[in-house]
C-alpha cells in the first residue's frame, strides 16, 4: 500500500506543478494588464482608466473609434453567427441525409480555411471585397462574409460532433412520415437535438471575431482590434483595458459553453 | 371518435376510421446504380390486413416499404393506396404511420410529446391530444412512462412509443420496418405478439418487413417472400411453409432436406417411399424434392439404411441429423424425449410421410 499511496502522492504534486505552470502562463499577461491599467500618474493604484472604459458618454464623445470599432464588431459577430448557421446546419444535415458521399468533400473546404495564414486569405479575398465595397457599400459590416469562412472549420467540428451524435436520418424520417415538412424537421426536431453544437459553434465564432485584428486591418475596415491598436497610440492605458475587457469577455463565452447543455443524466431500464 | 384530419397537403385521402384501406403497388421498378433493388414488384394489400415482407438482406423488402412510406422515389411503377395514386405524393402527406427499426424516437421529447407530435401538425386542439396521447400510450401499457424521455426507456418500451406514436395519427397504412430487430429475443415474441393484438384492434392495413421467418409467420395474415426485387410467393404463414411454391421459398423458410427422387404421374419416389407433388413440381424423370424435417418419420432399426450423426435438443422439439447409404444428408425432426435414445452411429430408418412435396428440376 506505501508505495501506491506515495505515487499517488507524486502524481498529485504533478499535477498540481503543471496546473500551476499553466495558470501562470495565462495570468501573468493579465495580471501585467490589469497592473498596467491600473497604474497612476504620480504612483500608486487607481481604477480611472476602467471607469472611462464603461462610461459610454466619455467614450462616445473622446474615443469615437473606440464606439465604432465596438459597435462594429458586435454588428460583425451577430452576423458572422446568423450567417455561419444558416449556411452550415442546413447544409451538414442535408449532406447527412442524402448526400453521404460529399460528407468527406463537405469537410475538407470547411477545414481548408485552417492552412491558410489570414494575409493570404486577404490577398484572395481583395478582388472580391472591391465588387462587395462597390455593390454593398464600404461597411465594416461586409468582413462578416470573410469572418464566416474564417470560423467555418471550428463551427463545423463543433455541428459535425452534435449531428453525429443522433441518428439524423432516422428522427428525419420518422418526423416526415407523421407529416412534418423539410422546415419543421429543421426547427422542431434536428434544431432541438443539436441546440448544445449550434451554441459551441456560436460561442466559437463568437470568440474568434471579438479577437480578429490581421483581415480588419489589411482590408482598412474598423473593428473592436483594429479600434485598439489605434487607440494604443494615443491612449495606451485605455486600450490595454479594452483588451483586456474583450478578453475576459471571450473566457466568460467560452467557459459558458461548458454549462450549456449539459447532457440529460442517463437511465436506461432493463428490458421487461 | 371524431376522424383525425390528415396533414393540410394530403392528397390521397384518408378514411381516419381505422378499418383499413387496400394498398397497391404496381410494377415497382428501383435501381441502385447496378443493383436492381426492386425488380417490377407488384403486391395487392387488402383493407385491415396485415402483410409481412419476408426475405434475405438486399431482396428489396425495405425498399418495397420505403417506397410505399416515400421516404425512396421508385424510378417506375405506381403507389396506390385506397384507390389513390400516391406515387408522387410526399412523405409527409401520405398519411403513413412508421415504425423504424432504429430507435427513432425525438430525444427531447417525452413519450407523451413524441406521441402528440404528428397530432399537432395536425393542428388537433390540446384537450383531444392529450386525450389520444394517453389512450394511445394505454394501448401499448406505457401509461406510467409518459413523461419519460427515450434515454429514459428500454429499447423495448422505446419501439412501444413508437408504435403509439405512429398509431396516434390514425394512419391510413402502418409501416413497420424490422421494428424488432433491435430487440433481445424475449422482447421480440412479447412485442410482436403485442403488435399484432394491437393491429387487430385499430384495424389498420399493415406492411411489417422483417428477415426472422418465425416473426413473419406468427403475426401475418399473409407473407410475401422476395428475392432479387420481386415477390417469390404470397401466401397465408400455412400456405407458405407447407405448399412453397418455389425452391427458393422452401429453402427460405424452415428447414428443408433436398434429397434425389424419381418423379412420375404427380408422384416421387423418396427414400424408398412414394409421396405426392405439389402442383408447380417438375412432372417426370429425376429431380429434387424438398422434404421439410417434420414430414420425416425416423424408427431406430438396426438394419436401417441411414445413420445418425447427431441428436439435438431444441426445447420443445429435436432434430435428428443422419446420413444416407448413398450419401445425402436428411434432416428429421423428432419428439424432444427421443432425443437421448439416439446416438451418433446408430442406424436409422427414414421414411418419408404422404404430405405433398415440392420437386423441382435436378441440380
Known amino acids: ?272 | 371518435m371524431v376522424p383525425l384530419p390528415t396533414p393540410a397537403t394530403n392528397n390521397a385521402g384518408s378514411t381516419g376510421s381505422g378499418q383499413g384501406v387496400t394498398v397497391t403497388l404496381s410494377d415497382l421498378r428501383r435501381a441502385y446504380g447496378p443493383v436492381l433493388a426492386l425488380d417490377g414488384l407488384t403486391l395487392d394489400i387488402a383493407p385491415g390486413e396485415f402483410v409481412a415482407l419476408l426475405g434475405p438482406s438486399g431482396c428489396g423488402k425495405t425498399t418495397a416499404l420505403r417506397v410505399l412510406a416515400g421516404l425512396e422515389d421508385a424510378d417506375s411503377g405506381r403507389v396506390e393506396v385506397g384507390g389513390k395514386d400516391i406515387t408522387s405524393v410526399p412523405t409527409s402527406a401520405r398519411d403513413m404511420g412508421m415504425v423504424f427499426q432504429a430507435y427513432s424516437l425525438f430525444p427531447h421529447m417525452t413519450a407523451r410529446q413524441n406521441v402528440e407530435f404528428g397530432l399537432q401538425l395536425r393542428r388537433i386542439p390540446a384537450a383531444r391530444r392529450h386525450a389520444r396521447a394517453a389512450e394511445m400510450l394505454d394501448l401499448v401499457g406505457l401509461s406510467d412512462e409518459a413523461e419519460r424521455y427515450a434515454h429514459q426507456l428500454s429499447g423495448g418500451q422505446q419501439q412501444r412509443v413508437a408504435l403509439a406514436r405512429a398509431l396516434a395519427i390514425e394512419p391510413q397504412v402502418l409501416l413497420l420496418d424490422e421494428p424488432l430487430s433491435a430487440l433481445d429475443a424475449k422482447v421480440r415474441v412479447q412485442l410482436r405478439a403485442e403488435i399484432r393484438r394491437i393491429q387487430l384492434e385499430v384495424g389498420t392495413t399493415t406492411l411489417f418487413v422483417t428477415h426472422d421467418q418465425e416473426e413473419a409467420l406468427a403475426v401475418a395474415d399473409r407473407v410475401g417472400v422476395m428475392r432479387a426485387g420481386n415477390l417469390e410467393q404470397l401466401a397465408a404463414p400455412q400456405d407458405l411453409y407447407s405448399r412453397p411454391a418455389t425452391a427458393f421459398v422452401a429453402d427460405f423458410v424452415g428447414l428443408t432436406n433436398r434429397l434425389p427422387a424419381l418423379v412420375e404421374g404427380g408422384r416421387a419416389q423418396v427414400l424408398g417411399t412414394s409421396v405426392p407433388l405439389l402442383p408447380g413440381s417438375a412432372q417426370s424423370g429425376t429431380a429434387t424434392v424438398l422434404i421439410r424435417p417434420e414430414s420425416i418419420a425416423v424408427t431406430s432399426d438396426p438394419a436401417g439404411r441411414a445413420t445418425v450423426v447427431t441428436a439435438s435438443f431444441l426445447g420443445s422439439t429435436g432434430l435428428l441429423h443422419t446420413v444416407t447409404e448413398s450419401g445425402e444428408t436428411v434432416v428429421a425432426q423428432i419428439d424432444n424425449d427421443a432425443v437421448a435414445t439416439f446416438n451418433p452411429g446408430d442406424k436409422v430408418t427414414l421414411i418419408p410421410r404422404p404430405n405433398p412435396a415440392l420437386a423441382v428440376a435436378a441440380e
Open chain 1, 1 to 272: 500500500m506505501k508505495p501506491r499511496a506515495a505515487r499517488r502522492r507524486r502524481q498529485s504534486i504533478f499535477r498540481r506543478v503543471v496546473l500551476g505552470v499553466i495558470g501562470l502562463f495565462f495570468a501573468l499577461p493579465i495580471v501585467g494588464m490589469v497592473e498596467f491599467t491600473t497604474r497612476a500618474p504620480g504612483g500608486g493604484r487607481t481604477l480611472d482608466t476602467w471607469v472611462t472604459l464603461f462610461d459610454f458618454s466619455v467614450i462616445d464623445a473622446d474615443y469615437p473609434e473606440l464606439k465604432t470599432g465596438i459597435l462594429a464588431s458586435a454588428g460583425l459577430t451577430v452576423l458572422t453567427v446568423v450567417i455561419m448557421l444558416f449556411m452550415l446546419v442546413p447544409t451538414m444535415t442535408w449532406v447527412r441525409l442524402r448526400l453521404p458521399g460529399l460528407r468527406r468533400t463537405v469537410e475538407f473546404i470547411c477545414l481548408l480555411p485552417l492552412t491558410i495564414p489570414a494575409i493570404v486569405l486577404v490577398v484572395g479575398l481583395a478582388p472580391v471585397y472591391a465588387w462587395v465595397a462597390y455593390f454593398l457599400g464600404e461597411s465594416s459590416l461586409w468582413l462578416a462574409f470573410a469572418y464566416v469562412v474564417l470560423v467555418l472549420p471550428y463551427a463545423y467540428r463543433a455541428l459535425d460532433a452534435g449531428l453525429s451524435a443522433i441518428d439524423v436520418k432516422t428522427l428525419a424520417e420518422a418526423a416526415r412520415s407523421l407529416g412534418a415538412g423539410w422546415p419543421r424537421v429543421m426547427w422542431r426536431i434536428i434544431l432541438p437535438n443539436v441546440r448544445t453544437a449550434v451554441l459551441s459553434a456560436a460561442f466559437l465564432s463568437v470568440a474568434l471575431v471579438l479577437g480578429e485584428f490581421t483581415i480588419a486591418s489589411l482590408f482598412s475596415r474598423d473593428n473592436l482590434q483594429v479600434a485598439i491598436n489605434l487607440l494604443g497610440k494615443r491612449d495606451s492605458s485605455l486600450a490595454i483595458a479594452a483588451a483586456l475587457a474583450a478578453l475576459i469577455l471571450a473566457f466568460i463565452v467560452l467557459f459558458a459553453m461548458s454549462f450549456v447543455g449539459n447532457s440529460r443524466r442517463s437511465h436506461r431500464p432493463e428490458e421487461s
